[in-house]
């Protein structure tokens, strides 16, 4: 089965087809890219003449043409879309369909600079491909298994009823799949797997796994709580937003600050953990001090999910900086020594692709590196509910 993955942002979009058998649900990359600046127009601020594709409809003429190029006669069998927010309605993948593209669009308020997109792409597809069977990959749903004393708020509950406001975590997909290669990597099953696992990118998150499951995470009602990360704050006092208000700021401007203007680049200057790495081995006091709090933060995080775990398996790095930044991974497992971590540096400084153990033989928690593949997940994940679908003879590419 051929499964165009597509990821849709407001101005671009990311694809990628993977070739996943059926009985193993291997998948290989046959193609992928990225279309960016879609709509915007060359006033700079979308007005104007467009600078890229018109819209996302325009933007999947170019990936089809790039398709026929690399595919030759071959098809596409499946489409799979990566969709941020799946509320608490949806706990695993779905068929797309009329019904589930309206349900996807009602949970915009809650992730109004990714569902809108999601829908986009969705559109798109059905409006090229209208027999086509879609599949909706949702971020929240590995995390549906988190119980309500994790993901309850301490609020009225006219706030939660009303509005939805809970935890929700995201990073879902990511997770599910890294958990499920780390248990593999341990020789344990993957329903009696607990463990922490770190996805470290510009966007970062911790997640606690026991038995498998989600049981708590450290984003919650948006991407912004939790780990310090590349622009956003992570956790901070609320009562910080409260008094930003009363000093003048409205809504927007606080939503940049914290999200776009925080986290590392606050601290030192720069959201990219390669540089600031360099800068904090050059002697930059600033980003000694990002590394300090950012490694702490997630320290922190690590300590109170291996108690939620009841004893983690492994903690395990992942994503863009928890694959490649040793320096970061050293930061991080020095601060674990009360847990009994030992972490080994000759691994640790190894580069490889595969996952794999870093921390000394005499640790008492291993310490992991499993290199995450979202699109791998998406498309293995599209794949069955496709041919469970066909199994069942039920309807498919209704979008």
Known sequence: MLVLVI??????????VRDVSAHEHEAGVLAEGLIERIGVGNGGGGDGEPIGPRDHAEAL????????????????????????????????PVLVDHEITRAIERLNPLAPLHNPANVLGIRAIAEKWPTMPQVAVFDTAFHRSIPEHAWRYAVPDWLYSRHG??????HGTSHQ?????????????????DGVILHLGNGASA????????????????????????TRS??????????LGR????????????????????????????SVVEAAESGDEAARTALAVASY????????????????????????????????????????????VELDDALNAERSKEPRVISAPGSAIPLLVVPTDEERAIAEATATVVERASAGSQPVGSA
């Not at 406001?165 to 995201?170: L, N």
């Not at 409205?250 to 953990?273: F, V, Y």
């Open 61 to 92: 003429e170019l990936v089809d043409a790039r398709l026929h190029e690399v595919l030759g006669d071959r098809t596409v069998d499946a489409v799979g879309h990566r969709v941020v927010h799946g509320g608490e309605r949806f706990a695993e």
């Open 165 to 170: 406001i809970r935890r929700y975590g995201f």
């Open 297 to 340: 933060r997630l320290a922190k995080y690590v300590g109170a999910y291996h108690v939620a775990v009841g004893g983690a398996h492994a903690v395990v790095f992942t994503a863009g900086i928890g694959e490649n930044s040793g320096a970061f991974r050293a930061l991080v497992a020095e601060r674990l020594g009360a847990l009994g």
């Open 234 to 243: 992570g956790d901070i006092d609320p009562s910080i937003l409260v008094f």
């Open 7 to 16: 990821n849709s942002g407001s101005s671009s979009l990311k694809y990628q």
């Open 207 to 230: 997640t606690a796994i026991q038995g498998g499951k989600s049981v708590d995470t450290s984003m919650g009602f948006t991407p912004l709580e939790g780990l310090v990360m590349g």
């Open 247 to 274: 000093q003048g700021m409205n809504p927007d401007e606080i939503d940049a600050l914290l999200n776009r203007e925080s986290g590392l680049k606050a601290l030192a200057g720069s959201n990219d953990m390669r």
């Open 177 to 193: 799949y890294v958990a499920h290669r780390a248990a593999q990597l341990l020789g344990i099953p993957e329903e009696e797997f």
